[in-house]
């Protein structure tokens, strides 16, 4: 990588690690925390205030990065990162269950993973940019098991208006970052012409990586209503399945560091695509298998191996979008990824939770394994994007030295 690449990536993963690392911290305790808020005894409730962040998110994720497209990636990513840390402080006041969703509504609105998306990809070459983009989503996967150790212990220590006034300064740290140390777009990008929603929603390639993240996210956020279960089952208590949890990751980041990017470089990337989807669908086949029994020796395995994919599949879908996507459409390109992004994780935990209640974990894992293979099928003609021969990042670099 070239110094600005570096920076650009450093920087972009550190707002996103923060934003992220807010948000982790309380999830795992925000159903228990919540039962102190008057009308919190109401699970639905609790539920929509839990889910009503993605809601928000994915509702505004194309607005903001068509506007990203329009005013320019920082200004928006600024503009959302206000609005995520009001909804945090809103959320640290609340004194009721909704004023509390009122709060992680706001954070919801505050949607600018897009716009950080695609100031990454405008300040990256494509033949990095896909170690960029692993850089995020292995700070985003460092933040979710540093949460499961550090979440209780918060709650216990300040509690959850505590929680969320972390999550707002961690907001406000992040507009620091974008505004001193993430370099500007490249001109390039800032003085292109503007394209179309339509454009996008008329892009074939662009379209088979939308309709794999969405039910990528859903199968990811199915399958929670049930592992928790099955590893309680299988003898290992709750506040332990971080054990299982942290290892994994981190194991799994060390995989995907040997493996996705050397293979990028020999022109594998669609082989290691595919074999990832179909990593994910043998998963849900294995989980199908031992849901009437589990043993905790097969559920971390299962669990090692949905990470090792899961992970290669969150570095390169949102490079190949964003190499895919011509440069003046990125903004709304990833607007549109991120929006369906959101909604599978929304349809993940409603249609999952429902499959689990009606049809039991069997039904659900057998649903997840059919959605996988309509995802192999749709992205099985795919090709990876070639690499641009781009010179204009380097040629900045240039300049200022």
């Known amino acids: ?5 570096r920076r650009a990536s450093a920087s972009l993963a550190a707002v996103f690690a923060s934003r992220m690392l807010g948000l982790f911290l309380v999830l795992p305790v925000f159903a228990l925390e919540a039962a102190r808020y008057p009308g919190g005894t109401d699970v639905a409730l609790v539920g929509l205030a839990m889910g009503i962040y993605g809601l928000t998110q994915g509702l505004l994720q194309i607005p903001f990065g068509m506007a990203s497209d329009r005013f320019g990636r920082k200004r928006i990513i600024v503009l959302g990162l206000v609005i995520f840390a009001a909804g945090s402080f809103v959320a640290a006041a609340a004194d009721s269950l909704w004023m509390l969703m009122l709060g992680r509504a706001l954070q919801g609105a505050g949607a600018v993973s897009a716009a950080v998306t695609a100031l990454l990809a405008d300040q990256t070459r494509d033949e990095v940019r896909t170690k960029a983009m692993a850089l995020v989503g292995a700070s985003i996967g460092l933040m979710f ?4 150790v550090a979440a209780p212990a918060g709650a216990a220590r300040i509690g959850l208006a505590g929680l969320f006034a972390i999550t707002g300064g961690l907001a406000l740290g992040c507009i620091v970052i974008v505004a001193w140390w993430t370099p500007p ?5 800032r003085n292109a012409p503007r394209g179309r929603l339509a454009d996008v929603l008329n892009h074939g390639p662009l379209l088979r990586l939308d309709v794999g993240v969405f039910i990528l996210y859903a199968v990811q956020l199915a399958m929670w209503v049930a592992v928790p279960a099955m590893l309680v089952q299988a003898g290992l208590a709750k506040d332990a399945h971080w054990k299982v949890y942290l ?6 980041f060390l995989v995907m560091g040997f493996t996705l990017f050397p293979l990028e470089r020999r022109g594998y990337l669609r082989a290691v695509f595919l074999v990832s989807i179909g990593i994910v669908l043998f998963v849900q086949v294995g989980f199908l298998a031992v849901a009437g029994q589990p043993g905790l020796v097969a559920l971390t395995v299962l669990l090692f191996l949905f990470f090792c994919a899961f992970n290669v599949l969150e570095a390169s879908q949102p490079s ?3 190499r895919i996507a011509p440069a003046h459409l990125r903004g709304t390109a990833l607007g549109v990824y991120n929006t369906l992004q959101s909604l599978g994780l929304f349809a993940g935990g409603a249609v999952g939770g429902w499959l689990a209640k009606n049809v039991g974990i069997q039904g659900l894992f057998g649903v997840c394994a059919a959605l996988m293979a309509v995802w192999l099928a749709v992205a099985w003609p795919m090709r990876a994007p070639r690499a641009a021969k781009t010179v204009e990042i380097l ?7």
Do not use: G, K
């Open 1 to 5: 990588m070239t110094p600005t690449e």
């Open 145 to 148: 098991a540093v949460s499961l």
């Open 185 to 189: 777009a490249p001109a390039q990008h």
């Open 247 to 252: 290892p994994t990751v981190l194991a799994s």
């Open 320 to 322: 190949m979008a964003s």
């Open 395 to 401: 040629a900045d670099d240039a300049q200022a030295t």
